[in-house]
């Protein structure tokens, strides 16, 4: 079966716009959760979304947000982009036995 | 004090030997714990999980789960070069299915 599918791959963006990241997770799978992953900090985890609700949130300014679509898949999206946003963002798909990752979206702020 | 703690390494070993990677966590309260092979550029790929206190085994990997010392290991029996990778321990919080990963261990296996 598919995987999990995160769009796009890559992105460069300029400081002070805003960028919208989509992730589908493994077709029945209904929790979809965010991670950043740089050099410094390692993974750190964004938020998770069941069946179209925030279950977990972490330790994130408010630019960072996100939602579910009713079909599963959810989207993040990042306000006034600053440079120390750049890293690889993932999405991970699962249901407690294991968490499967998407190929990420390295997004670049220049 | 880290809520997931790995020794960042490098962790060398040479090829055929058994390489063994460590992981502590803060709480008393997480039951599931996962370990995940992550290859430079790429995204992590899952290893395995465990639960239950003791060793889990899937062909060359262990993992060892010691709940009373919040302590969690994978060893990699017979290491190959294509093991050389960072190795992500994480656990899963108390509701939800939020992973809190460890900043990793380098693995170098040389031939």
């Known amino acids: 079966k598919a995987g999990v599918t995160q769009t796009p791959r890559y992105l460069i963006k300029t400081r002070g716009q805003q960028v919208t990241l989509s992730c589908s997770p493994i077709s029945g799978h209904r929790s979809v959760s965010w991670y950043q992953q740089t050099p410094g900090q390692g993974l750190q985890f964004l938020f998770e979304y069941f069946s179209e609700t925030q279950r977990n949130k972490g330790n994130f300014p408010g630019r960072f947000s996100g939602r579910q679509f009713s079909n599963s898949r959810s989207e993040m999206n990042v306000s006034t982009l600053e440079l120390g946003d750049s890293a690889l963002y993932l999405c991970a798909s699962g249901q407690g036995d294991g968490y499967t990752f998407g190929s990420g979206t390295r997004l670049t702020v220049v | 004090q880290k809520e997931v703690e790995q020794n960042s390494g490098p962790l060398s070993v040479p090829e055929g030997a058994i390489a063994s990677l460590n992981c502590t966590y803060s709480?008393?309260?997480?039951?599931?714990f996962f370990w995940y092979r992550q290859y430079s550029g790429k995204s992590p790929e899952l290893i395995m999980s465990?639960?239950?206190?003791g060793d889990k085994e899937d062909g060359r990997f262990t993992a060892q789960l010691n709940k009373a010392s919040q302590y969690v290991s994978l060893l990699i029996r017979d290491s190959q070069p294509s093991d050389s990778a960072t190795y992500l321990c994480?656990?899963?919080?108390?509701?939800?299915?939020?992973?809190?990963f460890g900043t990793g261990t380098r693995l170098a296996v040389r031939p």
């Open positions: 994480a656990k899963r919080g108390s509701s939800g299915d939020k992973l809190t």
């Open positions: 465990i639960y239950s206190n």
């Open positions: 709480d008393r309260v997480s039951q599931s």
